[in-house]
């Protein structure tokens, strides 16, 4: 594991896509964590703020490895960092089946939080910088391909979770019994993709498309020196924020909008709803960030950030008048948060260059930990508090959707000035290829 694999010659680049999606198709099981908060909080007696501290805490640490990995992951390369993340990721749902069968809520918080957590960051970004490597002209759509299985985890993770718990009873120990199957599957699952990564010799650029070492290059360091990267943690942020609002809360929130229609929306429905913002999510990584490859990086989150603030204002209105068209506005959110995603890394190519990237989007990603407590934490303390007050339905989440509008102007704005680095934070061509030489195994 010391250094990374190198494709001997011949090798496809398309065959480095699918080995990340063994990885983001395992940790993108995170978006499915709202399907165990009913049963958690009857079995343990917990509130939804208290029910959404694993996840929460489970985002904060994916930014904060994710920071704090950059330069490792850059440096060990992406077969180091798959096997941490598989150790992590796969650790943390065991112990948190601890935590289940034994009521002890802090190692359920310990285990999916914080070590699995600290998975989800290495995991999440350990292909980011190859792909792009393997795909220098093409970067929106390689990230896109991969990044989007992060997405899709949960379409798989959410009916599966539900018929877990169907089966093995919502109890604690049927709760634990679901995170352990969870954790060995997985370890399994994400075994392909630690086997089968593959790097590009240093010779060899992805398909005829541009060196890797052309244009603007920048370091880490030097990067969050920069207000372009700190506009970008801003519009990253925001996007997040508005997205894992609903994302958190899914199944919970269509049953209350609907609770008092005559057609309820029933548990299973409401799995079906989170499995639907997963497709939305999935394909809004690979569909979005293709876009963005043709109309540019700018305009591509002008749509993410102006439409879906509109759309957030119509869900607010007009969300409980109709099931379609609150599922629709659902849907066209959770859309635009996936391709927020994938579309980053590309982004930050554009600004920034190949030289230590995956470093860079780690960096960024604590955009992502700050928001993982927002969205969830407004969400829940509003409709908590709101409960408290005596309302219900749709009244919960009124207050909550406004300041989501609020914060996508925010970042809309922030987009706005994002432009191109001065060249006194640029790297000397010739130090950035002796570098990306040096990191080239013998």
């Not at 005559?262 to 999510?281: K, Q």
Request: aromatic share 10%; proline share 6%; charged share 10%.
């Amino acid at each position: 594991m010391s250094s990374p694999p190198v494709a001997p010659p011949g090798w496809s680049r398309w065959l480095v896509p699918p080995t990340a999606l063994s990885i983001h198709l395992s940790i993108g099981q995170a978006y499915a964590w709202s399907v165990f908060k009913p049963p958690l909080e009857s079995a343990l007696h917990l509130d939804g703020t208290q029910s959404a501290l694993p996840f929460q805490l489970a985002i904060v640490m994916l930014g904060l490895s994710a920071a704090f990995g950059g330069t490792l992951v850059e440096r060990n390369g992406p077969r180091w960092a798959m096997t941490v993340a598989l150790v992590c990721f796969s650790s943390g749902f065991l112990i948190a089946a601890l935590g289940a069968q034994t009521k002890q809520y802090w190692l359920i918080v310990l285990g999916y939080g914080f070590v699995g957590g600290i998975g989800l960051g290495i995991g999440y970004i350990s292909p980011v910088s190859t792909l792009i490597k393997w795909f220098p002209d093409r970067p929106g759509t390689a990230t896109g391909i991969a990044i989007m299985g992060f997405g899709g985890g949960a379409l798989i993770a959410s009916p599966w979770s539900a018929q877990m718990l169907r089966s093995f009873g919502t109890g604690h120990s049927g709760i634990a019994l679901a995170f352990l199957v969870h954790g060995l599957t997985y370890a399994v699952f994400m075994t392909l993709g630690v086997l089968l990564v593959r790097v590009p010799r240093a010779d060899t650029p992805g398909a005829s498309g541009p060196s890797t070492l052309d244009g603007v290059q920048v370091s880490a360091r030097s990067a969050v020196r920069t207000p372009q990267f700190w506009c970008l943690w801003v519009v990253l942020c925001t996007n997040v924020t508005a997205g894992i609002g609903i994302l958190e809360k899914a199944a919970p929130m269509i049953t209350d909008f609907f609770a008092d229609s005559s057609t309820p929306v029933s548990v299973s429905a409401a799995a079906g709803f989170v499995a639907l913002l997963s497709a939305a999510n999935m394909a809004g990584r690979i569909g979005w960030s293709s876009a963005s490859d043709r109309i540019g990086r700018k305009n591509i989150y002008r749509v993410y950030l102006g439409v879906g603030a509109l759309t957030y204002l119509l869900l607010a209105l007009f969300g409980d008048a109709a099931k379609p068209l609150f599922v629709l506005c659902a849907l066209v959110i959770l859309s635009f948060y996936g391709g927020g995603f994938a579309t980053v890394p590309a982004y930050l190519k554009d600004l920034f260059g190949t030289y230590q990237v995956g470093a860079i989007h780690g960096r960024l990603l604590t955009a992502w930990s700050t928001a993982g407590v927002l969205g969830p934490l407004i969400v829940n303390r509003i409709a908590d508090h709101q409960e408290a007050a005596g309302k219900h339905g749709p009244a919960l989440y009124g207050l909550s959707f406004a300041i989501m509008i609020g914060l996508l102007v925010v970042g809309f704005v922030a987009n706005e000035f994002v432009r191109p680095v001065h060249a006194r934070h640029h790297i000397p061509a010739p130090r950035e290829a002796a570098d990306a030489q040096r990191q080239q195994p013998a």
